[in-house]
T-cell receptor, first 115, second 113 residues
Framework: GAGVSQTPSNKVTEKGKYVELRCDPI?????LYWYRQSLGQGPEFLIY????????DSGLPNDRFFAVRPEGSVSTLKIQRTERGDSAVYLC?????????????FGPGTRLTVL | QKEVEQDPGPLSVPEGAIVSLNCTYSNSAFQYFMWYRQYSRKGPELLMY????GNKEDGRFTAQVDKSSKYISLFIRDSQPSDSATYLCAMRGGSSNTGKLIFGQGTTLQVKP
């Protein structure tokens, strides 16, 4: 596809459950990012991958959050023991490396609701 | 205090007006400054980015950065109803180790026909 895609578009789960959110970046984009956006707020950085490795995971709020990108393309954000405060839109973005990081292309997001 | 401050609005203007959107920031390490547009229930879309201080123009949009004042602006000329959206400023440092963007809260703009 031409843009960043994310699945599912919506996810409703119960408190304490485990969820996985998937991101397919633009082909050829080696940099991939996850952000979280709460209602009425700007996106908040979670993690940045360059290739397969997490180059910056300083935004992950606690050890319930984990992300992988095993082949340097698709990425999965994993949230264990979900809490109601995890409810938000999870955005994925991708870019070229180096100066390309100034042009991050965002997907439509996954809207997570924890009941 | 947040690193990036942006007035959430909402801002309502008549069609054809000039719109001024602004952000202030506290971290002098920021070197790159972006403006994104976000329609309801969509992902942010990059409008333009600038490096350091100065102006950059793209069609009806002009971005300005004043690093001495830690203040950035986006001007929209001849505003159209299709410009109605939330506008997010974002910025990042010059470190080679991260692509982390710090976003403002976003300003909601409504352009009335």
């Amino acid at each position: 596809g031409a843009g960043v895609s994310q699945t599912p578009s919506n996810k409703v789960t119960e408190k304490g459950k485990y969820v996985e959110l998937r991101c397919d970046p633009i082909s050829g984009h080696t940099a991939l990012y996850w952000y979280r956006q709460s209602l009425g707020q700007g996106p908040e950085f979670l993690i940045y991958f360059q290739g397969t490795g997490a180059a910056d995971d300083s935004g992950l709020p606690n050890d319930r959050f984990f992300a992988v990108r095993p082949e340097g393309s698709v990425s999965t954000l994993k949230i264990q023991r979900t809490e109601r405060g995890d409810s938000a839109v999870y955005l994925c973005a991708s870019s070229l490396p180096g100066q390309g990081r100034n042009e991050q292309f965002f997907g439509p997001g996954t809207r997570l609701t924890v009941l | 205090q947040k690193e990036v401050e942006q007035d959430p609005g909402p801002l309502s203007v008549p069609e054809g007006a000039i719109v001024s959107l602004n952000c202030t920031y506290s971290n002098s390490a920021f070197q790159y400054f972006m403006w994104y547009r976000q329609y309801s229930r969509k992902g942010p879309e990059l409008l333009m980015y600038t490096y350091s201080s100065g102006n950059k123009e793209d069609g009806r949009f002009t971005a300005q950065v004043d690093k001495s004042s830690k203040y950035i602006s986006l001007f929209i000329r001849d505003s159209q109803p299709s410009d109605s959206a939330t506008y997010l400023c974002a910025m990042r440092g010059g470190s080679s180790n991260t692509g982390k963007l710090i976003f403002g809260q976003g300003t909601t703009l409504q352009v009335k026909p």
